[in-house]
């Protein structure tokens, strides 16, 4: 197997979850501003990878790997739903008694993050925004719909793992950035049925009706959203990005909040962070500048 750890050299930490691990990364100086980056799915903290260490080097960056994601515990009977991974960025952050918290929110990490941020807006300073919602939108591609189907779905997602090789493919307008070394980063920790039970429960969760279970809970979020029109907020988006569209999901954000930085990046696809990094980071440099 190709060996990635080169890519990721970070000491791991962990909290247990009521005998559930979760793996998060804590870089930089302990006193410094917190930036909490949450990443979604197939990723895992290994997504920030290429903005963590000058980000650590004048803030204290935190990466989640949600339960069944990364290096965390991937139990099989747990419930996998935006409410469970909300309280656990919940157990985390309170456990490390951050205040003055920058989200970086990526794909299900718009969820998980901001359903924290609206029910403890007092401890959240500023946001970015890569590829993600927070809000409901009906605009979901035929491949997540035939990816949800309990046979088929479940087949391809965790038996022939075609969800994360997919999203290695489609994911990306910069291929030949997916070196094998990345690929094997991506993949690491999905290397078996089980191991993939999040990565199939995770696109299951998404509400693509009203009867579903998480639609209460993303609507909730919506409603409370307003409550940061008037905090700073750096949207950084792959125009490529063929499920978080440009014209449905980053217009939703527009909306939601016009007074929002908002940079739109050519040649990026949806794993915008892979692909456009180095025009990313002077961006989140300049903007956490900005507001010192």
């Not at 965390?72 to 009977?77: E, L, R, V």
């Not at 935006?82 to 970086?104: D, M, P, S, V, Y």
């Not at 493919?169 to 999905?190: D, H, I, K, L, N």
């Not at 639609?215 to 490529?240: E, K, N, S």
Request: net charge neutral; charged share 20%.
């Amino acid at each position: 197997m190709t060996d990635f750890k080169s890519l990721y050299p970070f000491a791991s930490h962990w909290l247990d979850l009521d005998g559930a691990r979760l793996h998060y990364l804590d870089e930089g100086p302990r006193d410094g501003p917190p930036v909490v980056m949450v990443h979604g799915n197939p990723t895992w903290s290994f997504y920030f990878r290429t903005l963590i260490p000058a980000l650590a080097q004048t803030h204290r960056v935190i990466v989640p790997d949600h339960v069944g994601c990364g290096f965390s515990d991937k139990p099989q009977d747990y419930p996998y739903t935006l409410e469970q991974h909300i309280q656990n960025l919940e157990r985390l952050i309170a456990h490390l008694g951050l205040r003055n918290i920058t989200l970086a929110l990526h794909d299900w990490g718009g969820g998980v993050g901001m359903g924290y941020a609206t029910r403890h807006p007092e401890t959240v300073a500023r946001f970015v925004i890569f590829n993600t919602s927070a809000f409901f939108a009906p605009a979901i591609p035929a491949v997540l719909h035939l990816a949800r189907s309990p046979l088929l779905g479940e087949f391809a997602v965790r038996g022939l793992n075609l969800f994360v090789r997919g999203a290695l493919v489609w994911g990306t307008s910069q291929r030949a950035r997916f070196t094998p070394e990345v690929r094997a980063g991506y993949a690491a920790p999905y290397d078996s049925w089980r191991n993939r039970i999040a990565v199939y429960r995770f696109v299951q969760d998404i509400p693509t009706t009203a009867a579903h279970p998480t639609r209460a809970t993303i609507d909730a979020i919506d409603a409370r959203l307003h409550l940061f029109r008037q905090h700073p907020m750096l949207i950084l988006w792959g125009a490529d990005d063929f499920v978080f569209t440009v014209k449905d999901f980053l217009a939703g954000w527009r909306a939601r909040f016009p007074a929002a930085e908002v940079h739109v990046l050519e040649n990026a696809g949806h794993y915008v962070v892979e692909d456009a990094h180095e025009r990313i980071l002077p961006l989140m440099q300049a903007f956490f500048y900005q507001q010192i």
